[in-house]
């Protein structure tokens, strides 16, 4: 390569990493700019929802802090702070390494359920433990399903996810922290056919509490559960089946007791006995005829 050739490629990268300096330089200002903007609508509306007697620092110093936060740990600590309002600060410091998980539920749940599963040891190791959607529950449960968490794991979250109504929560609840449920030994079988069938699922079972005291009743429920779910089959036919069935059972059984019992010596002298009665009465009848005539 010539010399003209290689003083015309320096040229060429220097003119190239120069634009590239100039573009970076002039980007940074923008982005800084946007995000100074962003701070400074967050930190308007925080003070404008939570009032000034919460906050206590003006908006120019808020909206700097909340920049700071939100370059540190990203930006959906935006939408955590207005949600929740300068709290947000404490419990993301009080998160340690687990701040980003603090802040996707502060901004995604708001200030009174997600405040509640942060700021709370047990409910926030069954957080970390379970992952978000343990954290859903707590949080739109407002602490209701959380005994059920601790016991149950897993398999109780998505119970409690597809029941819609605040009564079926507390029904689920109830049976949990009752002990009905543990006692059943099948508590993930039954809390995965609730996660499946929803609120018809947990009404049922609330309606006939046998099912989860009666194991006869609870496998056939397990087995095929819609039928019962949907009232094609009644469960109560089944309870008096099993009610019935030991009754036959046991009559059955002394029957085939009693047989086999009976001395055979004994039953051929009293068929012996039968009809030699038999003969008797035969004659006497004759006898009574002939006299009568």
Same mark, same amino acid.
């Given at each position: 390569m010539t010399c003209v050739k290689k003083n015309f490629m320096r040229r060429v990268v220097t003119t190239v990493a120069l634009a590239a300096v100039i573009v970076a330089v002039d980007a940074v200002p923008a982005f800084a700019d946007a995000k100074s903007k962003l701070a400074q609508e967050a930190a308007e509306y925080v003070m404008q929802k939570f009032g000034r007697q919460v906050v206590r620092e003006g908006t120019e110093t808020l909206a700097t802090r909340i920049e700071v936060y939100a370059l540190r740990h990203g930006d959906e600590f935006y939408a955590a702070i207005r949600k929740v309002g300068p709290t947000a600060f404490r419990l993301v410091e009080e998160g340690g390494e687990h701040a980003p998980q603090v802040i996707a539920v502060l901004s995604r749940y708001g200030e009174d359920g997600a405040v509640w599963v942060v700021s709370r040891p047990r409910a926030m190791q069954l957080f970390l433990q379970h992952g978000e959607e343990a954290a859903a529950?707590?949080?739109?449960? =407002?602490?209701?399903?959380e005994p059920a968490l601790a016991t149950f794991g897993k398999p109780s979250?998505?119970?409690?996810?597809?029941?819609?109504?605040?009564?079926?929560? =507390? =029904?689920?609840?109830?049976?949990? !922290?009752?002990? !009905?449920?543990?006692?059943?030994? =099948?508590?993930? !079988?039954?809390?995965?056919?609730?996660?499946?069938?929803?609120?018809?699922a947990m009404e049922f079972l609330w309606r006939h509490k046998e099912v989860l005291a009666s194991g006869a009743l609870l496998a056939a429920f397990i087995a095929d559960p819609e039928p019962y779910i949907r009232g094609a089959k009644d469960i109560t036919q089944v309870l008096a089946e099993n009610a019935v069935r030991p009754l036959e059972e046991?009559?059955?059984?002394?029957?085939?007791?009693?047989?086999?019992?009976?001395d055979s010596t004994k039953v051929a002298c009293l068929a012996v006995i039968v009809a030699a009665i038999l003969v008797a009465s035969r004659w006497l009848l004759k006898s009574l005829g002939r006299r009568c005539s």
């Open positions: 529950v707590m949080a739109t449960t =407002r602490g209701v399903a979250v998505g119970a409690f996810k597809a029941l819609s109504t605040g009564q079926n929560v =507390r =029904r689920l609840a109830m049976v949990a !922290e009752g002990g !009905e449920l543990a006692a059943t030994g =099948r508590s993930t !079988e039954i809390l995965d056919i609730i996660a499946k069938y929803g609120n018809p046991a009559a059955g059984a002394a029957a085939t007791q009693a047989a086999k019992n009976i």
